[in-house]
């Protein structure tokens, strides 16, 4: 699912947008039954590390690999120990971001979607589309 923003809108401000769209199908023939609407693990990079999404994602039972900002951590180490215990952060799961890094990068190599030479969001959704169905094919 893509959710589109303007140019100068912050990552985690369409977060819920985002959260709201997934739906990942089941196998029929493994385990039958309704699309999964909630995710296991959330895997971001640190513009969605803020304490709102961290406690959106805990209390739907949603485990987070986000790496912690230096701002944040550094606020948090000012504080000493009312300042809390740092978020967990699995380096080896993280690396598991790079399938969606490489998905942006493939994108961008269509001129018309790196420059956004379309003037509306339905004309820019329906190139953001045929970009990624022609690479699926």
Known sequence: MVVLSGG????CTMFEQVMAGICTPRHPQVRPGRPWRRPERMI???GYSSRAIRAW?????????????RDQRDGRL?????????????PHIYRRRDVVERCFNRLKQYRAIATRYDKTV????GMIDLATLLMWL
């Open 122 to 125: 339905l004309s820019y959704q």
């Open 8 to 11: 100068n809108v912050n990552d």
């Open 78 to 90: 000012r504080r000493g120990s009312a300042g809390g215990r740092p978020p967990a952060f699995g």
């Open 44 to 46: 971001a990079d640190k």
């Open 57 to 69: 994602l805990r209390r739907r039972g949603i485990a987070a690999t986000i790496p912690e900002r």
